[in-house]
């Protein structure tokens, strides 16, 4: 049974019984062992005893599917919406923060990437520096901006997520796990 791989990607499955894992709740999703990216994440269907543990998996197993954020989560799919990656936006920036407009392309004197992130950072600053001048949250500014802030509602991508998720029965435990424990009749695994 073929179905968008995106659908799965990435909920972890559990070891003991193949269910869906909950990387929401408090003491789960993202964390760093020893510099390795990974989640950790508990079953949410909890059907054998093993299933009450805490488990986790490395994100370098797929990079671009274990993600920190539940693609299924409402609040995943209202940040995809209000826009897209800011990377396109590092040089504009940059500009403002020199006197010369042929600075930035220059070549740094000294190679590698402590010079970028020191840049970056120092840019990024002196952008939450305007925002903050901006809302009032520091001193008094002539240009405050005074409009309430609104919600961004996650819109169709969340509702076509829940239910191609349902669709092809992938909140229900799958894989060899579950075959083990008798909660499939099969070994079937969604291939995408």
């Given at each position: ?8 990607s ?10 869906p ?9 993202f ?13 949410m269907?909890?059907?054998t005893?093993?299933?009450d ?13 274990v ?6 989560s409402?609040?995943y799919?209202s940040l ?5 990656t800011?990377?396109?936006?590092f040089r ?9 407009r ?6 740094p ?7 970028q ?5 120092a840019?990024?600053l ?15 500014h002539?240009?405050q901006?005074?409009e309430?802030?609104?919600e961004?509602?996650p819109g169709?991508s969340y509702?076509a ?13 799958y ?11 099969s070994?079937?695994r969604?291939?995408g």
């Amino acid at each position: 049974m073929a179905y968008p791989s995106r659908s799965e990607s990435m909920i972890p499955r559990c070891r003991h019984c193949g269910g869906p894992g909950d990387i929401e709740s408090a003491g789960l999703g993202f964390y760093k062992a020893r510099g390795n990216p990974r989640l950790r994440f508990r079953c949410m269907l909890r059907n054998t005893p093993g299933c009450d543990s805490i488990q986790s998996i490395s994100c370098s197993k797929e990079w671009r599917l274990v993600v920190p954020m539940s693609r299924h989560s409402k609040t995943y799919h209202s940040l995809r919406k209000c826009g897209k990656t800011s990377e396109r936006i590092f040089r504009h920036w940059a500009r403002p923060l020199f006197s010369r407009r042929q600075q930035h392309r220059q070549p740094p004197k000294r190679p590698g990437l402590a010079w970028q992130n020191l840049r970056s950072s120092a840019a990024l600053l002196l952008e939450w520096f305007r925002l903050s001048l901006r809302r009032g949250w520091l001193g008094s500014h002539r240009n405050q901006n005074l409009e309430p802030a609104y919600e961004i509602k996650p819109g169709d991508s969340y509702d076509a997520t829940i239910n191609t998720r349902r669709k092809y029965e992938l909140d229900l435990p799958y894989g060899e796990a579950a075959f083990k424990c008798g909660l499939r009749a099969s070994r079937w695994r969604p291939s995408g």
